[in-house]
């Protein structure tokens, strides 16, 4: 379908095409030294001691979850609404999924109250996810599993470039998002603020972790090829079990391009997001909501002058007003999506329980979420906003 506005869009142009005629003309494409500039270009946004690019996000939540002994027998705490991928990892390596409850219709990120509840004496590992480049409350989530003895791993895929904002400087103000926890994970999939098509980065500042990762990215090998073409190395050892996760040369030179760009398509996205509030803030006095438009109090700071805005999401009254409003825009030619179905309702969660996730299912029968990119025009904001009013 032609759509009048899709639901993302690729702020691409010469400057990425230059980056994959660079690369071809190189004759190198597997894991070489578009990658290793990569690495150490994220390494350094961060202010991170590690930074691992990967096949994808989902291959990086892998990683984490083997890199910190994560097996059979353990549970893992995370969100309820989130994409499968953190709860498919879970799985794969043997351990179970645990889901908790977001906070609220307009903060939709995990409770760490709920979260310190489900805590066991099997509970291994808490996984928290920047909904739409928000951050979770990670003072509470850093305390918490510092005095429990749990890692804490930070689905990162929507918050490439975002900044923790704490009123009480813990952690430091500042400080990027995935450079929190233990470890995190990024994706850098066609529709993500950092978009190479696919691709992710595992970020960590422990040594330990990061020695774990670089063996298991790569089959367990000591050496990569692109050591042994460089005459760096003859041969190799495998000293572990690994995996075939790494990134070829075209999507890092892709990536490298990308964050370049990054911190200027963020503050457009924040710029789109405020024009979003201004004109759809009238909704909130027919029952809608708009998440993220104010930050908990006391924090003096803007609510999105941290954030990725990755998404820009609205709640509606009820069920039925979300798919009217979702029929109306598709019939205008704007594209919407639904940022997630709940996870324990999928057919293979559904053994995993998910009792007391009440907020989490009302959120996914009533969210909406509206096209965000940045190579959007105000124009189209405005035009966005006209359907969705005639359609509430």
Known sequence: MAWHVPLSDLDYGPEEEAAVVRVLRSRWLSMGPEVQAFEEQFAKMQRAKHAFAVANATAGLHLAFLSLGLGPGDEVIQPALNFVAAANMTVAVGATPVFADILSLSEPTLDPKRVERLITRRTKAVVVMHYGGNLCRMASFVNLCKERGLALIEDACHAVGATYQDPEQRPPDGVMAGSIGDISAFSFFANKNLAAGEGGMVVTNRDDV??????????????????????????????????????????????????????????????????????????????????????????????????????????????????????????????????????????????????????SREFSGREISLPMFPAMTKAQVQDVCKVTLCGT
């Open 210 to 359: 990061a020695d774990r990762i670089k063996l298991l990215r790569s089959h367990g090998m000591t050496t990569v090829t692109w050591d042994r073409h460089q005459g760096h190395a003859a041969s190799y050892d495998v000293l572990a079990n690994g995996y075939n996760y790494r990134l070829d040369e075209l999507h890092a030179a892709l990536g490298r391009v990308q964050l370049s760009k990054l911190a200027a398509n963020n503050e457009r996205r924040r710029e789109l997001a405020r024009l979003y509030w201004d004109q759809l803030r009238c909704l909130e006095a027919q029952g809608w909501i708009l998440p993220f438009r104010e930050r908990p109090k006391p924090d003096p700071k803007p609510r999105d002058a941290s954030s990725a805005c990755h998404l820009f999401i609205l709640v509606a009254p009820d069920s039925e007003r979300r798919r009217r409003s979702a029929e109306t825009l598709k019939a205008a030619g704007v594209q919407t999506s639904l940022h997630y179905p709940c996870i324990p309702d999928f057919s293979t969660f559904a053994q995993h329980g998910g009792a007391e996730l009440e907020i």
